[in-house]
């Protein structure tokens, strides 16, 4: 399974907006700077986020990004999918059945091999949805005591 950088960043940013509640909209350039990322990239990423309603978007000079639902009600898997599409990582195409390999048939049962893969994918997107940012975020409260602390001096 390979995921893009943006999975991460989006995974960070919205721990960080967990944490930020009640601040109002955080500045993509606040996120970019925390985080020291390209303002760009980032903004496309929370874009797409606040597209799934992960994320809500405020336009303007005060504007920026917050959750757009309570962190207990946002899974890894939500975050995961908004960013890298919902398409199943493996695709069994069947070549067992092509080729010199073909020949005599015998393929009456579904492929071995697709089938594993599938309940290790299966796996995988469960325990990502078992996940919310809450949990990320109880994982570890002395970060959130931190981030509040320091996102003062930032926006100051």
């Excluded at 500045?27 to 760009?40: K, M």
């Excluded at 303007?60 to 999918?81: N, Q």
């Excluded at 390999?101 to 949805?129: H, S």
Aim: charge should be positive; glycine fraction near 12%.
């Amino acid at each position: 399974m390979n995921m893009g950088e943006g999975v991460e960043w989006g995974l960070h940013c919205c721990v960080t907006l967990g944490w930020l509640d009640g601040e109002g909209p955080v500045p993509i350039r606040s996120l970019a700077a925390w985080y020291d990322l390209p303002q760009e990239y980032l903004k496309k990423r929370l874009q797409a986020l606040a597209r799934a309603g992960i994320l809500a978007s405020a336009p303007g000079a005060r504007g920026g990004f917050m959750l757009a639902r309570p962190p207990e009600r946002i899974t890894l898997m939500d975050v995961v999918t908004a960013l890298e599409g919902g398409a199943e990582a493996f695709r069994c195409d069947e070549i067992r059945q092509r080729g010199l390999g073909a020949e005599g048939g015998g393929f009456d049962r579904p492929c071995g091999i697709a089938r594993a893969m599938r309940r290790a994918e299966l796996a995988w997107r469960r325990e990502l949805a078992a996940q919310t940012i809450a949990d990320l975020m109880a994982d570890n409260p002395a970060n959130g005591t931190r981030t509040r602390k320091n996102y003062v001096r930032l926006r100051d």
